[in-house]
């Protein structure tokens, strides 16, 4: 028992800790991912704004905010806005050329200082998509025609593609208005290769890292699972042993005292019926004790997994149509129909043959105790690919939904309900049936339905 809860304690510790583990390495996956993002993003709008400066053509407002953050996070002051061509006709030439050198000398120290903008790469472009000036330089990506229209249509664009090679290219593509001849779409664009192989590494880092974590974390999760549980483990430990010795210990005068009532039911006279009732109760009280004592002896043997099954080959049409027989005749007395419609070749399992009896017994004792005369009873027996379902159902009273989840505790009874006995009362009855069938590596559960009956359900890996 303590060994199962130990393993899903250490399941619980490990999923916790990994899933701190996947925050952290995802948070600082995504962190870098959108740091590259926006500050590509601001690079290629603040070429964008140069380019317009030297063309002389009016910056948009999104990249007039778009070059002051760039300069700002630098500590730099932005150069001026430049004044449109139209407006700008009288005045001095050598000013205009002094002003497009600076402009020009400013962006070529940025970009020697900043591998940002070096790798950024301009295409001016007609109104088709194509290069308005010819180069021999090596281009990552040739123009995009979608980005062009869209920019056309918008006003700009923006958008990530793939380079012949597989590699992301970053591209803002934005429209220009001259009727002189020039550039009608000026294309930006970045290729995202040194990012990328960046990301992967940090991606392959994080999964090793998370791949000796679990390794760390499980094994230090399964040592703190097991601290945690000494001291339960010692209790119930003492839990045990208190109840195997005491339960042995009454045995020998659970046996004096039947045998002492039974030679004194034999000395009464047979008119004295007040006294052979008394001494019958007596008897009646020994067995019911000898039967709890028995049961807690049995749990107390599965708890500690030493109870030895005698396992074989058991033919279940066998052993079902002899359960059916020797309780039949306690079901005909209470007015009980006992029918049992299972296939006779419904299948063998491998398993102990007095244990499940026993489990076959306090169902249909619990049954019959909740089912009332002219009810029945009907055992039935199902291959279910590679498991046996067993099935007993009555028509008896049922039990409350509310009670359901607890009926295979220890000791737990529902006045209102059935109680979930084989015993007599003790409430033992399908706890012990439970742990049985557990024992025999299947499942058990219940339906049920106040008024309408019961449905208890076996399933039994089949032999082979």
């Given at each position: 028992m303590f060994r199962g809860l130990r393993w899903r304690l250490t399941l619980l510790y490990l999923v916790v800790a990994l899933a701190l583990v996947a925050l952290t390495g995802g948070g600082t996956y995504q962190l870098l991912d959108y740091y590259f993002q926006t500050t590509t993003d601001l690079a290629l709008q603040h070429v964008m704004a140069y380019e317009f400066r030297l063309l002389e053509a009016p910056l948009t407002p999104e990249l007039i905010a778009a070059d002051q953050a760039w300069y700002a996070s630098r500590e730099r002051t932005p150069p001026p806005t430049p004044t449109p061509r139209h407006e700008s006709e009288g005045e001095d030439e050598g000013h205009e050329e002094s002003e497009e050198t600076h402009v020009s000398d400013d962006l070529a120290v940025e970009q020697a200082f900043d591998a940002q903008l070096a790798s950024i790469f301009v295409l001016p472009l007609t109104a088709e998509g194509q290069l308005l000036y010819p180069t021999t330089l090596p281009l990552p990506i040739a123009p995009d025609s979608e980005a062009t229209r869209a920019a056309l249509d918008r006003g700009y664009d923006w958008r990530t593609v793939r380079a012949g090679d597989g590699a992301r290219v970053r591209l803002l593509t934005y429209r220009l208005a001259f009727e002189d001849g020039g550039p009608a779409v000026l294309q930006v664009g970045r290729a995202l290769d040194d990012q990328d192989r960046l990301l992967s590494q940090l991606l392959t880092g994080l999964l090793g890292l998370s791949a000796l974590g679990v390794i760390l974390l499980g094994a230090g999760s399964w040592w703190l699972a097991g601290r945690s549980f000494v001291p339960a483990q010692k209790a119930w430990e003492r839990q045990q042993t208190f109840i195997s010795n005491a339960?042995?210990?009454?045995?020998?005068?659970?046996?004096?005292?039947?045998?002492?009532?039974e030679v004194a039911l034999r000395d009464l006279p047979a008119h004295d019926e007040d006294r052979r009732a008394l001494l019958g109760d007596v008897l009646q009280e020994c067995d019911h004790m000898t039967r709890l004592v028995e049961d807690l002896l049995l749990l107390s043997r599965l708890d500690a997994g030493r109870l030895s099954l005698e396992r074989k080959a058991v033919s279940m049409p066998d052993l079902l149509t002899d359960v059916q027989r020797q309780m039949g005749r306690v079901a005909e007395e209470r007015g009980v129909k006992l029918a049992a419609p299972f296939a006779p070749a419904a299948g063998t399992v491998w398993g102990d043959v007095t244990r499940l009896r026993q489990v076959l017994l306090i169902l249909l004792d619990n049954a019959l105790r909740h089912t009332?005369?002219?009810?029945?009873?009907?055992?039935e027996a199902h291959p279910r690919g590679r498991q046996l379902q067993i099935v007993?159902?009555?028509?008896?009273?049922?039990i409350p939904a509310e009670h359901l989840p607890r009926v295979f505790e220890r000791f737990y009874r529902a006045d209102s309900a059935r109680t979930a006995t084989g015993d007599g009362g003790a409430g033992l009855g399908l706890a012990i049936a439970q742990a049985l069938v557990q024992a025999h590596h299947g499942q058990i559960s219940i339906e049920s339905q106040p008024g309408k009956g019961t449905r208890v359900s076996l399933l039994?890996?089949?032999a082979g």
């Open positions: 339960s042995h210990e009454l045995r020998t005068p659970l046996t004096l005292m039947r045998a002492s009532a009332p005369r002219g009810g029945e009873i009907r055992i007993v159902a009555d028509t008896g009273s049922g039994l890996p089949l």
